[in-house]
């Protein structure tokens, strides 16, 4: 059970903003928003997470709505080496046990020239 | 090492074959996880290890799949009796208590003949 929905697929001209969304409308409280991704044939690759604050770091920055029931990837200026598959998770981070990942089929971004 | 190491990185087995798939996680991690990606499909998860804690074995998709970790570092993933729907990336992941997120291994590419 993935517990979030993406688009299949987005597209970005270079340098451009990539906005990625995702709705998680079953988010509880204590679930945190994790975002991977993967390039082709590599292992899937930590972004950035967040509760319910905005978050942002060297690599995007993660914008989560009041209600928490979305919330939105963004990578400020894409390059042709974002192309990768964009997973949007939920998962418990909470208490001496960490919570699995659930991961659904993804956002496959593709950054043209 | 730095990062999550595997091996082997490729493994080609005949069916009924039995093979063994190793993951060395970051040192000091406590949580340790298998998924496996088929073919242009998500990750699945396999079996999660948390310390101490007897390990969630949940995901784990026949009596032919057993995992074990020793001394609370390296895993072992085994599979017995290799048919050709086992063929996929088997991926390792670790995280500290306090992680910002897992680190993924590069995988191992299992194709079973």
């Known amino acids: 059970d993935a517990k979030t929905t993406q688009p299949p697929s987005m597209d970005c001209a270079e340098g451009r903003a990539a906005n990625l969304p995702c709705n998680h409308s079953?988010?509880?409280?204590?679930?945190?928003v994790y975002w991977y991704r993967q390039i082709h044939s590599q292992g899937p690759q930590y972004i950035i997470h967040?509760?319910?604050n905005n978050e942002t770091n060297e690599m995007a920055s993660l914008i989560i709505t009041e209600d928490r029931k979305s919330s939105t990837l963004i990578l400020p200026h894409a390059t042709l080496r974002d192309t990768a598959v964009y997973y949007c998770?939920?998962?418990?981070?909470?208490?001496?046990?960490?919570?699995?990942?659930?991961f659904g089929r993804g956002t496959q971004l593709t950054v043209w020239p | 090492g730095a990062g999550v190491s595997q091996s082997p990185s490729n493994k080609v087995t005949e069916k009924g074959k039995d093979v063994e798939l190793r993951c060395d996680p970051i040192?000091?991690?406590?949580?340790l996880y298998w998924y496996r990606q088929s073919l242009g499909q998500g990750l699945e998860f396999l079996i999660y290890?948390?310390?101490?804690?007897?390990?969630?074995k949940s995901g784990l998709p026949s009596d032919r799949f057993s995992a074990e970790r020793t001394g609370g570092s390296v895993s072992t993933l085994t599979i017995q009796r290799t048919q050709q729907e086992d063929s996929a990336v088997y991926l390792c992941?670790?995280?500290?208590?306090?992680?910002?997120?897992?680190?993924f291994g590069s995988g191992t590419r299992l194709t079973v003949v």
């Open positions: 992941a670790s995280s500290s208590i306090q992680g910002n997120g897992y680190t």
């Open positions: 079953t988010i509880s409280g204590n679930e945190y």
């Open positions: 967040g509760l319910k």
């Open positions: 998770i939920v998962r418990v981070d909470r208490g001496s046990t960490l919570g699995r990942l659930y």
């Open positions: 040192s000091g991690h406590t949580a």
């Open positions: 290890f948390q310390g101490n804690s007897a390990p969630d």
